[in-house]
T-cell receptor, first 113, second 108 residues
Framework: EAGVTQFPSHSVIEKGQTVTLRCDPISGHDNLYWYRRVMGKEIKFLLH????????ESGMPNNRFLAERTGGTYSTLKVQPAELEDSGVYFCASSLGNTGELFFGEGSRLTVL | KNEVEQSPQNLTAQEGEFITINCSYS?????LHWLQQHPGGGIVSLFM???GKKKHGRLIATINIQEKHSSLHITASHPRDSAVYICAVRKPGNQFYFGTGTSLTVIP
């Protein structure tokens, strides 16, 4: 069975451009989480979907970040316009139910120049 | 101050040594996770704990809910154990808080 997959694995863009990160959770997992780690800091929670609904988006840093999960399957995280401080690794994780074990993707590294 | 504190931040051990990584947290939790990240790799969940102790191979994880503390032990450490180990706690509302990680290097 495929695990959590994320695309792209690495994206390099210029400040002001737009980037869209994609996460495909494990099939059937209703809970999907986005996290990010910026250089030298701990991983921080961004938001949590249950199916297609945003359960908690308290970790989203500002309105330049938009996450969607249409149809309750894959999710996208768009950053528009990107700023230098958005550079980091964006992780996606999924679980079955809200108490299930978390499965993480490999992460998408974003570099904003 | 981070809600989850890990120690040590960096750890170097000789192959075969017994290793302990500690995690303290300051929030009420529904579960605690130990995660492993190899250099350049993704994150793998090692354990999910809500009480007591779990063992998987050479890895043992314990949690003391009253003291808000967990430990990850590695017995008979091996160079392939070299990785970053991350403690993460899940709050009852499902938000997660992560420690900064412990970078472990096991020398042959």
């Amino acid at each position: 069975e495929a695990g959590v997959t994320q695309f792209p694995s690495h994206s390099v863009i210029e400040k002001g451009q737009t980037v869209t990160l994609r996460c495909d959770p494990i099939s059937g997992h209703d809970n999907l989480y986005w996290y990010r780690r910026v250089m030298g800091k701990e991983i921080k929670f961004l938001l949590h979907f249950v199916k297609e609904s945003k359960q908690d988006e308290s970790g989203m840093p500002n309105n330049r970040f938009l996450a969607e999960r249409t149809g309750g399957t894959y999710s996208t995280l768009k950053v528009q316009p990107a700023e230098l401080e958005d550079s980091g690794v964006y992780f996606c994780a999924s679980s079955l139910g809200n108490t299930g074990e978390l499965f993480f993707g490999e992460g998408s590294r974003l570099t904003v120049l | 101050k981070n809600e989850v504190e890990q120690s040590p931040q960096n750890l170097t051990a000789q192959e075969g040594e017994f290793i302990t990584i500690n995690c303290s947290y300051s929030v009420g939790i529904s579960a605690l996770h130990w995660l492993q990240q190899h250099p350049g790799g993704g994150i793998v969940s090692l354990f999910m704990l809500s009480s007591g102790k779990k063992k998987h191979g050479r890895l043992i994880a314990t949690i003391n809910i009253q003291e808000k503390h967990s430990s990850l032990h590695i017995t008979a450490s091996h160079p392939r154990d070299s990785a970053v180990y991350i403690c993460a706690v899940r709050k009852p509302g499902n938000q997660f808080y992560f420690g900064t990680g412990t970078s472990l290097t096991v020398i042959p």
